[in-house]
Nanobody, 121 residues
Framework: QVHLVESGGGLVQAGGSLRLSCAASGSGFSIITMGWYRQAPGKQRELVAQITGGGSSNYADFVKGRFTISRDNAKNTVYLQMNSLRPEDTAVYYC???????????????WGQGTQVTVSS
């Protein structure tokens, strides 16, 4: 079982910064990718950024140049540095992990519980 715990959300003024963290715990798995998604009220969940174990990353167009995803493989932790925040970035941010289950070699996905990010104008 993989357990993801996010932290770092909160309230910030437009133009400000926040850093989200997500730590994966458990045993019997290897993480392939980790990423961040967000869901605003009344909207579908959308990809923000994701990163592979080798460090390759991709970003949604609406955060390019403002957000940076990074990963500490030794700690099974992924970070999202969010700069130049805008009111439209307000959402619940969810961490995700794509893993290979060691015992079965099956691929599965896990989600964190989400952390609220609110950007005031």
């Amino acid at each position: 079982q993989v357990h993801l715990v996010e932290s770092g959300g909160g309230l910030v003024q437009a133009g400000g910064s926040l850093r989200l963290s997500c730590a994966a715990s458990g045993s019997g798995f290897s993480i392939i990718t980790m990423g961040w998604y967000r869901q605003a009220p009344g909207k579908q969940r959308e990809l923000v950024a994701q990163i592979t174990g080798g460090g390759s990353s991709n970003y949604a167009d609406f955060v390019k140049g403002r957000f940076t995803i990074s990963r500490d493989n030794a700690k099974n932790t992924v970070y999202l540095q969010m700069n130049s925040l805008r009111p439209e970035d307000t959402a619940v941010y969810y961490c995700s992990a794509g893993v290979v289950i060691t015992r079965t070699l099956s691929v599965d996905s896990y989600w964190g519980q989400g952390t609220q990010v609110t950007v005031s104008s």
